[in-house]
């Protein structure tokens, strides 16, 4: 059970920005992270930008930390999770990645019959992708999205350290 009460958005967004503060500044990425929450309040998963090999973002991270959990590829973790999770990332769930990797979205799509909501703190800035759609492509599936305010410029200030100011 987490020390976070129940409910505490922005304690669990706080969270999520400890995770990011452990990314690694650099020029061509955000400093993203992510926690996952299951019903009870149990926190399940963290994760950071580049936390594990092959530029991962940080929702990235926490779903392939929970499928070594179960033992299962990442493509099969809906067969193992609860349904009512909540996932708390600072950064908008990117809808394309220049890497060629899966795009945060399109993961948590394939999970959405276990995560119900995702909080962000901030909507992707158009830094590296332009009109990110991730917010308006997990609504159009049915997973809500709700926006936690307070934390805005603190977290872009992480997300963007690393990047040249012009």
Same mark, same amino acid.
């Given at each position: 059970?987490?020390?976070?009460?129940?409910?505490?958005?922005?304690?669990?967004?706080?969270?999520?920005?400890?995770?990011?503060?452990?990314?690694?500044?650099?020029?061509?990425?955000?400093?993203?992270?992510?926690?996952?929450?299951?019903?009870?309040?149990?926190?399940?998963?963290?994760?950071?930008?580049?936390?594990?090999?092959?530029?991962?973002?940080?929702e990235q991270c926490?779903? &392939?930390?929970? @499928?070594?959990?179960?033992? %299962?590829?990442?493509?099969? /973790?809906? +067969?193992? #999770?609860?349904?009512?999770?909540?996932?708390?990332?600072?950064?908008?769930?990117?809808?394309?990645?220049?890497?060629g990797n899966l795009?945060?979205?399109?993961?948590?799509?394939?999970?959405?019959?276990?995560?119900?909501?995702?909080?962000?703190?901030?909507?992707?800035?158009?830094?590296?992708v332009a009109s990110?759609?991730?917010?308006?492509? &997990?609504?159009? @599936?049915?997973?809500?999205? %709700?926006?936690?305010?307070? /934390?805005? +410029?603190? #977290?872009?200030?992480?997300?963007?350290?690393?990047?040249?100011?012009?």
């Amino acid at each position: 059970m987490s020390t976070i009460q129940p409910g505490d958005h922005q304690a669990y967004m706080r969270l999520a920005l400890e995770q990011a503060q452990k990314s690694p500044p650099k020029p061509t990425n955000f400093r993203v992270g992510a926690v996952v929450v299951d019903a009870s309040n149990n926190i399940l998963a963290t994760g950071y930008t580049l936390e594990l090999p092959g530029n991962t973002h940080a929702e990235q991270c926490c779903f &392939l930390k929970l @499928a070594e959990q179960h033992g %299962v590829p990442e493509e099969k /973790l809906q +067969d193992v #999770l609860p349904s009512g999770l909540s996932l708390y990332t600072t950064m908008e769930p990117c809808s394309k990645r220049l890497s060629g990797n899966l795009p945060c979205v399109e993961r948590v799509l394939r999970l959405k019959a276990c995560i119900k909501t995702v909080y962000v703190g901030v909507m992707e800035p158009e830094t590296f992708v332009a009109s990110n759609t991730g917010k308006k492509s &997990l609504q159009d @599936a049915g997973v809500e999205v %709700v926006h936690v305010s307070g /934390l805005e +410029d603190e #977290l872009l200030r992480v997300a963007t350290a690393g990047h040249t100011q012009g």
